[in-house]
């Protein structure tokens, strides 16, 4: 079973099946007024959804007249669909006629009388209670509707001109689909998944017969309309109606999205609370901003929170409320809205919260969980409810550490590695209060070793004679590292051994090649070696040499 999404149509499935549950225990003459309300209520939504169809219907013809003819076949197919759903509509007000004139005909002032034949009621019966007017006499009575639904069969007869009407509908998306495949339309294509979808979701709903099965009726008419109320009949005829407009409704507003040019009307509203702080701390002001949703230049309303009225700015209301206590906090927010499409005010309230808590805070480092020596340290400081201009930040512990920055950015420079459970502190502060909010440990390590290649940034291995001769330096590169840091070689010693020679050593006191290893250099040939060992480095914050990797050369 398809489950309307959009809430008004869910709401009144559900008032209704309330209602009707509601009879099993008495027809009460609230009850009674209940589904007239109720029917009133489907009514007024219908009017609604039908300005939307022609309304949608209209734009997508001046579309096509506007300069984009070739998105007739669409507009064409949308104009169709509330033909399709007219023999249903038809045919329920023809039912809604019957059942009254049956029942003892139609109560009416003298003033609507005229009004009322319009619609088709033969026997009007006039009355100067305004209340009764345009309501059924016999109201209560359970006889006619299940000798005209049940024993004369008209309740199978719709049940039947249902389900032909949503085939109808089905007809033309498919009649569409069928013509736009024989005649594409460039930037068109109507989605399988998506029909498929829209058919599935669609309103007006095939009769589920496993349910009056199941309750042990003869048959669906029995199941719905037998010993129910004629007052109970005229809101069950209007949610029919309902859901065949509804179904129009979507297959329109599918053809127009296919269109781009698909019609918003601000029919539905709702209530929206916006908070630049929606967690605050004991003792600060809360703030929020109270809009109305899909709100229309044109819609005018009024704002109320916890019963008491505030001012209007444009399209938002501001609320503000100092809490004296922590956790979750309350309010309640009503919007009355004139709709700009009907003239009527209507009301939505709704209820919302935010949490008061007390000051927490993280610190995290920006690149790793420990700090380097020699390079700078980047972390933020972030304290949940507390504004970055009122954070003090402070190094206390191990390390050596300098500490620069402000606002939540900060720098951190440590000198010295710390030992087994020694740690380099951070400490947030609140400068207000002067109470600290937290402390984080870190770690102080050196940069890692980096790693010896040769200009190729390879670690040595096979190489021609040109390539060798063209050797120039080696370089210390350090990886997988993500500080900006650049360390220097030092100085090493190069055995060299040429073919059928003995082994030559050279010492250079840099990473580039110094006279005597350049030399031995342009000496390769096939056959050659050379041995690059005893590599001394240095790194940022280094206060002596490293022993680094050797390296190794094989001229082929």
């Given at each position: 079973m398809a489950i309307p999404k959009e809430p008004r149509a869910l709401m009144i499935n559900l008032m209704y099946l309330v209602l009707t549950a509601m009879?099993?225990?008495?027809?009460?003459?609230?009850?009674?007024?209940?589904?007239?309300?109720?029917?009133?209520?489907?009514?007024?939504?219908?009017?609604?959804?039908?300005?939307?169809v022609k309304n949608t219907v209209e734009i997508m013809k001046k579309t096509v007249d506007e300069g984009k003819p070739d998105l007739k076949p669409i507009a064409e197919a949308a104009a169709k669909v509330p033909d399709k759903i007219k023999p249903l509509l038809d045919r329920i007000n023809q039912l809604r006629v019957k059942i009254t004139d049956e029942s003892g005909g139609l109560s009416s002032t003298k003033e609507h009388e005229s009004k009322w034949k319009g619609y088709g009621y033969k026997k009007i019966v006039i009355s100067p209670d305004t209340k009764m007017d345009g309501k059924p006499m016999g109201k209560k009575d359970k006889?006619?509707?299940?000798?005209i639904f049940v024993d004369q069969g008209e309740g199978e007869k719709l049940k039947k001109l249902i389900s032909d009407t949503r085939s109808e509908l089905f007809k033309v998306v498919d009649e569409l689909v069928a013509e736009l495949k024989a005649k594409p339309i460039k930037g068109v294509k109507l989605d399988d998944a998506a029909i498929q979808e829209l058919k599935k979701e669609l309103v007006l709903e095939e009769v589920d017969d496993k349910l009056w099965k199941d309750a042990g009726k003869k048959n669906w008419s029995d199941f719905v309309f037998n010993q129910m109320p004629v007052a109970s009949i005229y809101p069950l005829l209007r949610k029919f109606e309902n859901d065949a407009k509804n179904a129009a409704s979507q297959v329109v507003n599918y053809f127009s999205s296919n269109m781009g040019n698909k019609v918003l009307v601000y029919d539905k509203f709702d209530v929206f609370s916006q908070s630049q702080k929606p967690y605050i701390l004991l003792g600060?002001?809360?703030?929020?901003?109270?809009?109305?949703?899909?709100?229309?230049?044109?819609?005018?309303?009024s704002v109320n929170v916890n019963g008491a009225n505030l001012p209007v700015d444009g399209a938002k209301a501001k609320f503000?409320?100092?809490?004296?206590?922590?956790?979750?906090?309350?309010?309640?927010?009503?919007?009355?809205?004139?709709?700009?499409?009907?003239?009527?005010?209507?009301?939505?309230?709704?209820?919302?919260?935010?949490?008061?808590?007390?000051?927490?805070?993280?610190?995290?480092?920006?690149?790793?969980?420990?700090?380097?020596?020699?390079?700078?340290?980047?972390?933020?400081?972030?304290?949940?409810?507390?504004?970055?201009?009122?954070?003090a930040v402070s190094l206390s512990g191990g390390g050596g550490g300098t500490l620069t920055g402000s606002g939540n950015?900060?720098?951190?420079n440590v000198t010295k590695q710390t030992g087994q459970n020694e740690f380099c502190n951070i400490v947030v502060t609140n400068r207000k209060t002067g109470k600290k909010i937290c402390e984080f440990p870190y770690r102080v390590k050196k940069i890692p070793d980096p790693i010896v290649k040769d200009q190729r940034l390879k670690m040595g291995g096979g190489v021609g004679a040109g390539d060798m001769k063209a050797m120039m330096a080696i370089i210390p590169v350090l990886e997988n590292f993500d500080f900006e840091a650049k360390c220097e070689i030092t100085g090493f010693d190069m055995w060299f051994t040429a073919p059928r020679a003995d082994p030559v050593k050279v010492s250079n006191q840099s990473?580039?090649?110094?006279?005597?290893?350049?030399?031995?250099?342009?000496?390769?040939?096939?056959?050659?070696?050379?041995?690059?060992?005893?590599?001394?480095?240095?790194?940022?914050?280094?206060?002596q040499t490293r022993q680094l990797n050797s390296i190794s050369f094989a001229v082929r």
């Amino acid at each position: 079973m398809a489950i309307p999404k959009e809430p008004r149509a869910l709401m009144i499935n559900l008032m209704y099946l309330v209602l009707t549950a509601m009879l099993a225990l008495n027809v009460s003459a609230e009850i009674i007024n209940a589904f007239f309300m109720l029917d009133k209520g489907i009514k007024h939504t219908n009017e609604i959804v039908d300005l939307s169809v022609k309304n949608t219907v209209e734009i997508m013809k001046k579309t096509v007249d506007e300069g984009k003819p070739d998105l007739k076949p669409i507009a064409e197919a949308a104009a169709k669909v509330p033909d399709k759903i007219k023999p249903l509509l038809d045919r329920i007000n023809q039912l809604r006629v019957k059942i009254t004139d049956e029942s003892g005909g139609l109560s009416s002032t003298k003033e609507h009388e005229s009004k009322w034949k319009g619609y088709g009621y033969k026997k009007i019966v006039i009355s100067p209670d305004t209340k009764m007017d345009g309501k059924p006499m016999g109201k209560k009575d359970k006889d006619v509707p299940t000798r005209i639904f049940v024993d004369q069969g008209e309740g199978e007869k719709l049940k039947k001109l249902i389900s032909d009407t949503r085939s109808e509908l089905f007809k033309v998306v498919d009649e569409l689909v069928a013509e736009l495949k024989a005649k594409p339309i460039k930037g068109v294509k109507l989605d399988d998944a998506a029909i498929q979808e829209l058919k599935k979701e669609l309103v007006l709903e095939e009769v589920d017969d496993k349910l009056w099965k199941d309750a042990g009726k003869k048959n669906w008419s029995d199941f719905v309309f037998n010993q129910m109320p004629v007052a109970s009949i005229y809101p069950l005829l209007r949610k029919f109606e309902n859901d065949a407009k509804n179904a129009a409704s979507q297959v329109v507003n599918y053809f127009s999205s296919n269109m781009g040019n698909k019609v918003l009307v601000y029919d539905k509203f709702d209530v929206f609370s916006q908070s630049q702080k929606p967690y605050i701390l004991l003792g600060e002001t809360y703030e929020a901003e109270i809009a109305l949703g899909a709100f229309s230049s044109q819609a005018k309303f009024s704002v109320n929170v916890n019963g008491a009225n505030l001012p209007v700015d444009g399209a938002k209301a501001k609320f503000s409320s100092k809490p004296s206590t922590v956790g979750t906090q309350k309010y309640n927010a009503t919007i009355n809205v004139v709709n700009p499409l009907t003239g009527e005010t209507e009301t939505v309230k709704k209820e919302f919260s935010y949490e008061v808590g007390v000051p927490s805070c993280t610190v995290s480092a920006d690149k790793m969980n420990v700090f380097y020596i020699g390079v700078p340290n980047p972390i933020s400081v972030s304290a949940a409810g507390v504004s970055s201009n009122d954070i003090a930040v402070s190094l206390s512990g191990g390390g050596g550490g300098t500490l620069t920055g402000s606002g939540n950015k900060f720098s951190i420079n440590v000198t010295k590695q710390t030992g087994q459970n020694e740690f380099c502190n951070i400490v947030v502060t609140n400068r207000k209060t002067g109470k600290k909010i937290c402390e984080f440990p870190y770690r102080v390590k050196k940069i890692p070793d980096p790693i010896v290649k040769d200009q190729r940034l390879k670690m040595g291995g096979g190489v021609g004679a040109g390539d060798m001769k063209a050797m120039m330096a080696i370089i210390p590169v350090l990886e997988n590292f993500d500080f900006e840091a650049k360390c220097e070689i030092t100085g090493f010693d190069m055995w060299f051994t040429a073919p059928r020679a003995d082994p030559v050593k050279v010492s250079n006191q840099s990473g580039r090649f110094g006279p005597e290893v350049l030399k031995c250099v342009q000496q390769a040939k096939p056959g050659a070696s050379y041995q690059i060992i005893d590599v001394k480095g240095r790194c940022p914050g280094d206060t002596q040499t490293r022993q680094l990797n050797s390296i190794s050369f094989a001229v082929r």
